[in-house]
C-alpha cells in the first residue's frame, strides 16, 4: 500500500473539464520520488512494426508496481512507451525493486531495453519545474492522476535523455520478482469506424497555472468543435473489438508472464490466455454474468470502453481521437491558429486504427484500459513535439 495517505486524502474531481482549472491542483510532497520508465530507442523498434511490444513494454510497469502496492490506486500516467508514477519513498523503493526485475523480463520477452530512472519532487522543483497533482474519477473502477505544471515533462525528459539520476539503479541484492499478474493483452488493433485515429500531445507555452489552464481550454473546445461529442471521438466505443486468436498474438501476454522463458511455462500460460479468452467468448455470445475476481466476463467489452484511458493530463493533454480526415483537418487548423499565437505547441500521429492495453487488479476492483495510437501512437507525436521545441528554443 502507499506509505503516505496525501493521494488518497485528495478530492475527487468528476468532470474531465474541470482539469482546467488551477485551483483543483496541489503540490506533491517534495520527499515524493517521479519513476519514469522508456523503452530505449523505442523509434526504432516502431519502425520495424514492433509498436505493440513497445507498448506491452510500457504498460505493463502499471502491472508490476500495482502489485507492490496491492491496487492501481496510485498516481500514474501512461505515455506509449513508458510510465510515469509519482509515488512516497518507501512506496517508490519498493516499486524500483520489482521495475528492476522487470527490466530482465522485457528483455527476454522482446528483446527490448527498458530504462528506469528516478528523481524526488523536490530536485525537479528546485530547477523551476513544479509538480502540481489532482485526482480525477473517470469511472466506478479507475481515478485518474491528472498533473498540472512542467515538471513530469522535465523529469521525463531528463531520464529519457539518459542523464544520471539519484535512484537510476539499485544493487542487485535489492531487486525483487516483479507480479505481472492483472495484465492482458487480449484484443486486436481497434479500427476506427471513422476513418482516423488521432494520437495527439498538446503542452502549452505559458508559465502561470491560469494561462496554461486557458490554453488547455482551448485545446478541448477545439476538439469538440472540429470533432464533435465525447461519444464520436472516443476511439474504443467507435470501433469493433475482436479477441486475438492467432499464437503470436496470445505470446505477446504469454511471454511477459512467463518472464521471457519458453518450454512448458510458456506453453502453460498460452493455455492459459486461451482458457480465459475462451470463457469471456462463451459469456459474451450467450450473455451469461459470469464471474472472475471483480470480472463479470459479458461486461468486457463495455468495461473496455468505460474504464479506458485515452484522455489525459500530466502537464501536457495527450488525447487519442477516432475521426474523419475532413474533421482532423478542421482540428489542426485550429490547433495551427493556437499554435502560431505562441498559446501551444503539439505533436500528432495519424493511422487507421488503435491499440488497447489492459491491467486488472485481481485483489481489488481496480482496472485500467490503456489506448493508444497504432503505429507509433503517442511516441511518434512525442517526437513530433520535441521536434517543434527544440526549434523554438
Not at 210 to 220: G, K, N, P, T
Request: aromatic residues 8%; charged residues 25%.
Amino acid at each position: 500500500m502507499l506509505t503516505d495517505q496525501f493521494y488518497r486524502d485528495l478530492p475527487e474531481l468528476t468532470g474531465f473539464e474541470e482539469i482546467f482549472a488551477a485551483e483543483n491542483y496541489m503540490d506533491v510532497p517534495r520527499d515524493w520520488i517521479v519513476i519514469v520508465t522508456d523503452v530505449v530507442h523505442s523509434t526504432d523498434a516502431i519502425s520495424e512494426g514492433r509498436y505493440k511490444q513497445v507498448n506491452i513494454a510500457g504498460a505493463v510497469a502499471v502491472a508490476v508496481v500495482s502489485n507492490v502496492i496491492g491496487n492501481l490506486r496510485f498516481p500514474f500516467t501512461f505515455g506509449g512507451d513508458g510510465i510515469t508514477a509519482v509515488l512516497p519513498p518507501d512506496t517508490a523503493h519498493r516499486a524500483l525493486a520489482g521495475l528492476a526485475d522487470l527490466q530482465e523480463t522485457i528483455r527476454m520477452s522482446f528483446a527490448l531495453e527498458l530504462r528506469v530512472g528516478a528523481l524526488t519532487v523536490g530536485e525537479i522543483a528546485s530547477k523551476g519545474f513544479p509538480i502540481r497533482i489532482a485526482k480525477l474519477r473517470v469511472s466506478e473502477k479507475y481515478t485518474q492522476a491528472v498533473f498540472d505544471g512542467p515538471g513530469i515533462a522535465h523529469a521525463e525528459e531528463l531520464i529519457k535523455d539518459g542523464a544520471p539520476t539519484e535512484h537510476r539503479s539499485l544493487p542487485e541484492n535489492s531487486r525483487v520478482k516483479a507480479s505481472t499478474q492483472g495484465f492482458s493483452c487480449r484484443w486486436r488493433e481497434i479500427p476506427s469506424s471513422l476513418g482516423e485515429i488521432v494520437a495527439l500531445i498538446v503542452e502549452a507555452r505559458q508559465e502561470q497555472p491560469e494561462r496554461r489552464a486557458a490554453a488547455v481550454r482551448a485545446v478541448f473546445e477545439a476538439i469538440r468543435e472540429s470533432l464533435g461529442s465525447e461519444e464520436r471521438y472516443h476511439p474504443v466505443s467507435s470501433g469493433v473489438q475482436q479477441a486475438v486468436r492467432r499464437l503470436h498474438e496470445i505470446d505477446n501476454e504469454a511471454r511477459v508472464h512467463a518472464r521471457g522463458r519458453g518450454g512448458l511455462l510458456l506453453a502453460l500460460h498460452r493455455l492459459w490466455v486461451l482458457i480465459q479468452l475462451a470463457a469471456v467468448n462463451f459469456a459474451v455470445r450467450w450473455n451469461l454474468p459470469l464471474r472472475y475476481h471483480y470480472k463479470t466476463l459479458n461486461q468486457i467489452p463495455l468495461d473496455n470502453v468505460n474504464h479506458a484511458d485515452f484522455r489525459k493530463y500530466d502537464g501536457r493533454l495527450k488525447m487519442v481521437l477516432a475521426c474523419t480526415t475532413e474533421g482532423r483537418t478542421a482540428l489542426q487548423a485550429r490547433l495551427d491558429a493556437l499554435e502560431s499565437d505562441g498559446l501551444i505547441a503539439y505533436g500528432m500521429h495519424v493511422t487507421d486504427h488503435a491499440l488497447i492495453t489492459c491491467v486488472m487488479h485481481l485483489r481489488a476492483p481496480d482496472e485500467v484500459h490503456f489506448i493508444d495510437g497504432g503505429n507509433g501512437g503517442y511516441t511518434l507525436a512525442a517526437a513530433e513535439l520535441k521536434q517543434k521545441l527544440v526549434a523554438a528554443n
